[in-house]
């Protein structure tokens, strides 16, 4: 696949695909470039991109709280890892974050072997220290972003405190850690079991040899096993604070010895045999740079199956650096020897690697489509891992909101990927589309109604409860579309008939009157209080508002310009969602894509990380247009829940402050998890982002 003339046109749709957020920190670490052969695309790639998050109150539009990092950056992580591993092994500097790393911070806490960028995952942090033998905790390090280096496949820091340097490499299932400490006494790796991003339930560690070691870490329903091999002999275990958040075992290294110091660490899922069996089939005895080398060749390999002409180095960096992060998820979960635990818990044991589930509802309509498009074996096994789930439960798995599944498998087998039993996901999709209480909420109501209804509040705010039902009839409409395809793929042309007229359901919540998808009651009538500015997490619209999702009907785009009157106030209405004259145009950028790229609630270029587009860039293309910034100082609130605030605008131009199009121009930014009041003004730039 080759792109020509690279462009910020095409990288946009690539900046989607990763967690990329513009930063005025040119992190020195990366690009990974040193070393690597001239046509290697991994030189271009830099891990660190997007780990900075926002806080300047000049940048964002208000002042964040004490404490806290404001807008956050892409939630991505530094560390190495191989395409769709089970291990990322990257640094964390502080836990119950997004992917545990931040880049504004200065210490390191550990160094965890997995990773999504989620406030999930991060189990088994390990940290190298060193000290006087009777030294305790808390164990932690400061460290210089001057001494950071990120590449695919490998990171590398110096820990400032202990004076260790670190350097971090892995496999599939394994991570590799060298360590080369100031001096050959005193040496110390610290376990700490009692931590991870998500809440631990319970953990132990044992010796089992004279350098090696083994265990596990319980969080929720979920068990990660491990077994390590030191390259230095062990000579006692402490553990300390067991049952407690601080949890640790202390592994005191003998004295003596080469000053680096080399720790294997294989997991599984599934048991501590698995676990050293990875271990033993993935490292056993290669070095540290042969492991690095063959990361580094796996991630070329794959990266080269898109190549770009022209554009600069730096949107050259953007481009490979988003698709580097596009096959970092779903994650693999099945062992060397080809077992896993299915959705019940259960040991299974199949032909096929087991992944975790695609981030659905964030990534059907961009990231998966690449994924088939370029991992197609990757794809047929996520599919088959879908279909486990769906065999033991009755109905293939979603991804918080839709059932977007069906357009992942359609879009699939449609690109050639048909290395699965297209008949029985086909049942299972057909049960999610016609059954109560399984992957599609509402669905009787859908089928009866033609719509999900909304129940009327007089005066709602941005979290008031509800159904999300203009949504769901949007995305429901969607999913038939898909599942129909398979059926006529099947030459069942009873159902194929029946789902594509339930496709054209989106048509039911379509107002004439103020020409947007609005909420409608189970009388049918209307919602009367109706705003399409204002943005809500589940009344009528999921994490939208009617700008955002009133273009999506990607499989109908004729019918939906019917709905409109034609071409002509088709694209009148789509104008209306265009920058008004002196405005940012990255702000109605949410709208415009929506239209262009089949987006659903949000478009492409503003998915549910932060985007950022530096101030410079915008006075640029916006000239004439006056700043000015709403400010909130409202507590942080839990970072699982939803907030956000719109700003209408009041475009200026020059000296003049006539308001341009205060409601014709949509303004949905979600800021922050904070209550913040509507801003009448215009504040850049305009940033999304959304738990």
Same mark, same amino acid.
């Given at each position: 696949?080759?792109f020509?003339?690279?462009?910020?046109?095409?990288?946009?749709?690539?900046?989607? #695909?990763?967690? =990329?957020?513009?930063?005025?920190?040119?992190?020195?670490?990366?690009p %990974?470039?040193? &070393?690597?052969?001239?046509?290697?695309? %991994?030189?271009?790639?830099?891990?660190?991109?997007?780990?900075?998050?926002?806080?300047?109150?000049?940048?964002? *539009?208000?002042?964040?709280p004490?404490?806290?990092?404001?807008?956050?950056? *892409?939630?991505?992580?530094? &560390?190495?890892?191989?395409?769709?591993?089970?291990?990322?092994?990257?640094?964390?500097?502080?836990?119950?974050? %997004?992917?545990?790393?931040?880049?504004?911070?200065s210490?390191?806490q550990?160094?965890?072997?997995?990773?999504? *960028?989620?406030?999930?995952?991060?189990?088994?942090?390990?940290? !190298?220290?060193? +000290?006087?033998?009777?030294?305790?905790?808390?164990?932690?390090?400061? =460290?210089?972003?001057?001494?950071? @280096?990120?590449?695919?496949?490998?990171?590398?820091?110096?820990?400032?405190d202990?004076?260790?340097?670190?350097?971090?490499?892995?496999?599939?299932r394994?991570?590799?850690?060298?360590?080369?400490?100031?001096?050959a006494?005193?040496?110390?790796?610290?376990?700490?079991?009692?931590?991870?991003?998500? $809440?631990?339930?319970?953990?132990?560690?044992?010796?089992?040899?004279?350098a090696?070691?083994?265990?596990?870490?319980?969080?929720?329903?979920?068990?990660v096993?491990?077994?390590?091999? #030191?390259?230095?002999?062990?000579?006692?275990v402490?553990?300390?604070?067991?049952?407690?958040?601080?949890?640790?075992?202390?592994?005191?290294?003998?004295?003596?010895?080469?000053?680096?110091?080399?720790?294997?660490?294989?997991?599984?899922?599934?048991?501590?045999?698995?676990?050293?069996?990875?271990?033993?089939?993935?490292?056993?005895?290669?070095?540290?740079?042969?492991?690095?080398?063959?990361?580094?060749?796996?991630?070329d390999?794959?990266?080269?199956?898109?190549a770009? @002409?022209?554009?600069?180095?730096?949107?050259?960096?953007?481009?490979?650096?988003?698709?580097?992060?596009?096959?970092?998820? !779903?994650?693999?979960?099945?062992?060397?020897?080809?077992e896993?635990?299915?959705?019940?818990?259960?040991?299974?044991?199949?032909?096929f690697?087991?992944?975790?589930?695609?981030?659905?509802? /964030?990534?059907?309509r961009?990231?998966?489509?690449l994924?088939?498009?370029?991992?197609?074996?990757v794809?047929?096994?996520?599919?088959?891992?879908m279909?486990?789930?769906?065999?033991? @439960?009755?109905?293939?798995?979603?991804?918080?909101?839709?059932?977007h599944?069906?357009?992942?498998?359609?879009?699939?087998?449609?690109?050639?990927?048909?290395?699965?039993?297209?008949?029985?996901?086909?049942?299972?999709?057909?049960?999610?589309?016609?059954?109560?209480?399984?992957?599609?909420?509402?669905?009787?109501?859908?089928?009866?109604?033609?719509y999900?209804?909304?129940?009327?509040?007089?005066? !709602?705010?941005?979290?008031? !409860?509800?159904?999300? *039902?203009?949504?769901?009839?949007?995305?429901?409409?969607?999913?038939?579309?898909?599942?129909?395809?398979?059926?006529?793929?099947?030459?069942?042309?009873?159902?194929?008939?029946?789902?594509?007229?339930?496709?054209?359901?989106?048509? $039911?919540v379509? /107002?004439?009157?103020?020409?947007?998808?609005?909420?409608?009651?189970a $009388?049918?009538?209307?919602?009367?209080?109706?705003?399409?500015?204002?943005?809500?997490?589940?009344y009528?619209?999921?994490?939208?508002?009617?700008?955002?999702?009133?273009f999506?009907?990607?499989?109908?785009?004729? %019918?939906?310009?019917?709905?409109?009157? +034609?071409p002509?106030?088709?694209?009148?209405?789509?104008?209306?969602c265009?920058?008004?004259?002196?405005?940012?145009?990255?702000l109605?950028?949410?709208?415009?894509?929506?239209?262009?790229?089949?987006?659903?609630?949000?478009?492409?270029?503003?998915?549910?990380?932060?985007?950022?587009?530096?101030w410079?860039?915008?006075?640029?293309?916006?000239?004439?247009?006056?700043?000015s910034?709403?400010?909130s100082?409202?507590?942080?609130?839990?970072?699982?829940?939803?907030?956000?605030?719109?700003?209408?605008?009041?475009?200026?131009?020059?000296?003049?402050?006539?308001?341009?199009a205060?409601?014709?121009?949509?303004?949905?930014t979600?800021? @922050?998890?904070?209550?913040?009041?509507f801003?009448?003004?215009?504040?850049?730039?305009?940033?999304?982002?959304?738990?």
């Open positions: 696949m080759k020509a003339n690279l462009r910020l046109s095409s990288l946009l749709t690539f900046a989607a #695909l990763g967690a =990329f957020s513009c930063t005025k920190v040119t992190p020195p670490g990366a %990974g470039g040193a &070393g690597r052969a001239a046509g290697d695309p %991994g030189r271009f790639v830099n891990p660190l991109i997007g780990t900075a998050a926002f806080t300047d109150p000049k940048l964002v *539009g208000y002042v964040a004490p404490g806290w990092h404001g807008v956050w950056a *892409g939630l991505v992580f530094p &560390g190495s890892a191989l395409p769709n591993a089970m291990v990322q092994l990257s640094p964390i500097t502080q836990f119950n974050t %997004g992917s545990g790393y931040q880049y504004e911070d210490v390191i550990a160094f965890a072997h997995t990773n999504k *960028g989620h406030w999930n995952l991060c189990h088994l942090p390990v940290l !190298p220290v060193a +000290g006087p033998a009777g030294a305790t905790g808390p164990y932690a390090s400061r =460290f210089s972003h001057a001494t950071e @280096t990120a590449a695919p496949g490998y990171y590398g820091v110096t820990l400032k202990y004076n260790v340097q670190v350097r971090l490499t892995s496999t599939l394994c991570g590799l850690h060298q360590y080369t400490y100031a001096q006494q005193d040496r110390r790796v610290v376990f700490k079991l009692g931590r991870s991003n998500e $809440n631990v339930n319970d953990w132990a560690l044992e010796k089992v040899g004279p090696a070691v083994q265990g596990f870490q319980k969080t929720g329903d979920q068990t096993f491990f077994y390590g091999q #030191l390259s230095a002999g062990i000579q006692d402490a553990i300390q604070g067991k049952g407690t958040k601080e949890g640790v075992a202390v592994l005191r290294l003998a004295d003596g010895g080469p000053k680096t110091v080399e720790l294997r660490v294989g997991i599984s899922f599934v048991s501590i045999q698995n676990a050293q069996q990875n271990l033993a089939q993935e490292l056993g005895t290669r070095s540290f740079e042969d492991v690095r080398r063959a990361a580094a060749a796996t991630w390999k794959l990266l080269n199956k898109v770009v @002409t022209g554009g600069t180095a730096q949107q050259r960096g953007m481009f490979y650096t988003c698709l580097y992060r596009s096959f970092l998820w !779903p994650a693999l979960r099945s062992d060397a020897n080809g896993y635990r299915d959705v019940k818990g259960a040991v299974q044991k199949a032909n690697q087991y992944y975790t589930l695609p981030s659905l509802w /964030d990534t059907y961009n990231k998966d489509v994924m088939s498009m370029l991992a197609p074996g794809t047929a096994d996520i599919i088959k891992s279909q486990d789930i769906g065999d033991k @439960t009755g109905f293939i798995p979603t991804f918080f909101h839709g059932d599944a069906a357009s992942f498998v359609a879009g699939a087998y449609l690109r050639g990927v048909t290395n699965f039993d297209l008949p029985d996901v086909y049942r299972l999709l057909l049960r999610n589309a016609n059954v109560e209480g399984g992957t599609r909420p509402h669905i009787k109501e859908y089928i009866q109604k033609g999900i209804a909304t129940t009327e509040v007089p005066a !709602p705010n941005v979290e008031t !409860p509800g159904s999300a *039902g203009v949504s769901k009839t949007l995305e429901y409409a969607y999913d038939d579309y898909a599942v129909a395809q398979l059926a006529k793929a099947l030459h069942d042309t009873a159902q194929y008939r029946t789902l594509m007229a339930r496709s054209k359901n989106y048509r $039911n379509f /107002d004439p009157g103020t020409k947007f998808m609005r909420g409608r009651l $009388n049918g009538q209307w919602v009367k209080s109706f705003n399409p500015q204002y943005p809500y997490y589940e009528m619209y999921r994490e939208a508002n009617a700008w955002q999702v009133s999506f009907a990607p499989h109908d785009m004729p %019918g939906l310009v019917a709905l409109y009157g +034609g002509g106030p088709s694209r009148r209405s789509w104008i209306r265009s920058p008004c004259p002196g405005t940012p145009p990255t109605p950028a949410t709208c415009r894509a929506s239209s262009a790229s089949t987006a659903t609630a949000t478009s492409p270029t503003t998915k549910r990380r932060s985007r950022t587009t530096s410079a860039s915008l006075k640029s293309r916006s000239s004439g247009w006056t700043k910034w709403p400010s100082t409202t507590p942080a609130r839990k970072a699982w829940r939803f907030r956000a605030w719109t700003t209408r605008a009041r475009c200026r131009r020059g000296t003049s402050s006539a308001p341009r205060s409601t014709r121009c949509p303004r949905p979600r800021a @922050t998890w904070s209550r913040s009041p801003s009448t003004k215009c504040a850049g730039p305009w940033t999304t982002a959304r738990c």
